[in-house]
Every structure is written in C-alpha cells, then in structure tokens.
C-alpha cells in the first residue's frame, strides 16, 4: 500500500523560500498523477501543483504560476515544491498527493482529488509565512 510522508515545511519571512519533500513507500510514483495541494485555516484544501502521470506535464494554479517549481526524482521517489517569494498567503499546511487513477486524462488540477476515495496523501507539513 502506497504511504507518503511530506516535509520540508517550516516558518519562514516573506519573500524567503522552502523546499517540500514529499516520500513514498510501498509502490512507485511512476504510476500516479502527483500533487501538491494546501489548506488554510477555514479554508477547503486546494492544488498548488500536479505532475500528469501520462506525459509529465507539470500544472500550476495562478498563485503558484512563477514562484512555485514542482519536480520529481523517480531514483528516490520522491517529489519536490519549491517556493520562491513566499508570502503570508501562501501559510497553510501542504500535502502531497499520489492520484491511481491513470485514466483520467486533461489537466491534472482539473481532476478530483479531494473526496475521491482512491487518491493516496501525506500527512501534511506546515507552512508559515511571518515577519
């Protein structure tokens, strides 16, 4: 069964950076759709970021568009989000996600993540952006 640690998160300044790492165990991530995603207080979990399992197009949401990089290190399973220019907005916890579904096809944030039922996340690591 396919488990995923994030980490990486921390309190930071504005316009300071942070890399995410998001590592799984039990299967490869060749075989999924990933994602970054994150949640606010009083906020619903929202994407950041996802790599398309079928060609390897990597999505941003606007707010991640320039100062966000998501990759991946399939020797080390693992996946990256790299955060430039941090803000106070950007505070939230982040989760990486591993999404089986490898038939859904078009823009990987426009797919279902959150209720899904099959979608595989981390436990979450804070971000907190502060002066």
């Known amino acids: 069964q396919l488990e995923l640690v994030d980490s990486g998160g921390d309190l930071v300044q504005p316009g300071e950076s942070l890399r995410l790492s998001c590592t799984a165990s039990?299967?490869?991530?060749?075989?999924?759709?990933l994602g970054w995603f994150r949640q606010a207080p009083g906020k619903e979990r929202e994407g950041v970021s996802c790599?398309?399992?079928?060609?390897?197009?990597?999505y941003y949401t606007d707010s991640a568009k320039g100062r966000f990089t998501m990759s991946r290190d399939n020797a080390k399973n693992t996946v990256y989000l790299q955060m430039n220019s941090l803000t106070a907005e950007d505070t939230a916890v982040y989760y990486c996600?591993?999404?089986?579904?490898?038939?859904?096809?078009?823009?990987?944030?426009?797919?279902?993540?959150?209720?899904?039922?099959?979608?595989?996340w981390g436990q979450g690591t804070q971000v907190t952006v502060s002066s």
């Open positions: 996600a591993a999404d089986p579904r490898l038939m859904l096809t078009g823009p990987c944030l426009s797919h279902t993540w959150v209720g899904s039922g099959v979608v595989t």
């Open positions: 039990g299967g490869t991530l060749d075989y999924y759709h």
């Open positions: 790599i398309s399992s079928s060609d390897g197009t990597i």
